[in-house]
């Protein structure tokens, strides 16, 4: 049973930076696509962005393009968020999801979270003004 735990999240000014970390276990890492996804109070869960069994990224809005950066380490079973130039509306829960689906880093199906067979809890990142 795939179980993914993520830390890192908590209060920063706007500017600020936060690495959110993922750990993954219960299954072979490396055969998982991963990604990130955020969801602010009353609103959905849209993709942050997603990286593919073989490392390629998806990044799912210009708006963190540039500032984020996601990034895994198979030999930890572990997947990163760096966070810089943070923004209040970047405010929300941080989840991580894991995929069995091999899909091209361009696939707009990575956008979907019915995608995903396995969540973490989640973490929250709050930027003040």
């Known amino acids: 049973q795939v179980q993914l735990a993520e830390s890192g999240g908590g209060l920063m000014e706007t500017g600020g930076s936060l690495n959110l970390s993922c750990v993954y276990s219960?299954?072979?890492?490396?055969?998982?696509?991963l990604a990130w996804f955020r969801q602010a109070p009353g609103k959905g869960r849209d993709l942050v962005a997603a990286i593919t069994w073989s490392g390629g990224v998806l990044y799912g809005a210009d708006s963190v393009k540039g500032r984020f950066t996601i990034s895994r380490d198979n030999a930890k079973n572990m997947v990163y968020l760096q966070m810089n130039s943070l923004k209040p509306e970047d405010t929300a829960v941080y989840y991580c999801?894991?995929?069995?689906?091999?899909?091209?880093?361009?696939?707009?199906?990575?956008?979907?979270?019915?995608?995903?067979?396995?969540w973490g809890q989640g973490t929250q990142v709050t930027v003040s003004s």
């Open positions: 999801a894991a995929t069995q689906v091999r899909l091209p880093h361009y696939s707009g199906t990575y956008y979907s979270p019915s995608l995903y067979g396995s």
């Open positions: 219960g299954g072979t890492f490396s055969n998982y696509g």
